[in-house]
């Protein structure tokens, strides 16, 4: 619908020119001036029609991206499962931990395989507050720091395999996880 056009149509339809418009000869002016505006309300009107055009033939390819995957996810397709993680992100934010993040596919089953850097995910030191109000750092000990790393590669195992049971219909999620810890003692 043409909204400025049919505003500026209003203003032309309904100007009446008034007694000093007529007494100095402005009336056609005044006429021209607002023959102006609505050519320039009927390029506004096309030029926001051409932006909500491509909006919606953007919202109409997403749409059926979304119905392609849908349909091959429902048929159980390999590539459609690959599609559906690509277009939904769900490791996007374990991915910012250093994580990274491969699958393979077979029927009803995700074989995942995790990199873990854990370095920078876990810090190997501890700070504590001491009794003046100073904060101190301290090497964390290595029981705890195994303790952490173990509990942080748990809860990533589980919720790699969370994830994938939340957009695809598998049955099973082999998640592996490997790591590389060079031991100080052996190097």
């Known amino acids: 619908k043409a909204i400025y056009e049919d505003i500026a149509r209003d203003k032309l339809i309904n100007y009446k020119p008034s007694l000093l418009d007529k ?4 009336t056609h002016k005044k006429v021209a001036q607002l023959e102006r505006e609505m ?10 029609y051409n932006h909500l055009q491509k909006l919606y033939l953007d ?6 991206e979304l119905q392609n995957i849908c349909l091959g996810v429902q048929n159980k397709d390999t590539v459609s499962y690959i599609n559906a993680l690509k277009y939904f992100t769900p ?3 374990i991915e ?25 995910t876990i810090p190997d030191y501890e700070l504590k507050k001491t009794a003046t109000g100073k904060l101190s750092k301290k090497n964390m000990a290595k029981s705890k720091y195994n303790e952490l ?18 957009y695809l219909p598998l049955k099973y999620a082999r998640v592996n996880i490997n790591t590389q810890m060079i031991n100080s003692e052996t190097g």
């Open 23 to 26: 007494i100095f000869g402005r």
């Open 39 to 48: 050519e320039l309300a009927k390029e506004k009107d096309t030029i926001e």
């Open 59 to 64: 919202e109409l390819q997403n749409w059926e």
């Open 91 to 93: 490791f996007s934010d």
């Open 96 to 120: 910012e931990l250093g994580t990274k993040v491969d699958f393979n596919f077979e029927t009803n089953l995700i074989d995942m395989n995790l990199e873990v850097n854990p370095l920078e």
């Open 149 to 166: 790393f173990q509990n942080h590669i748990c809860s990533l195992a589980i919720r790699v395999a969370r994830e994938v049971f939340a």
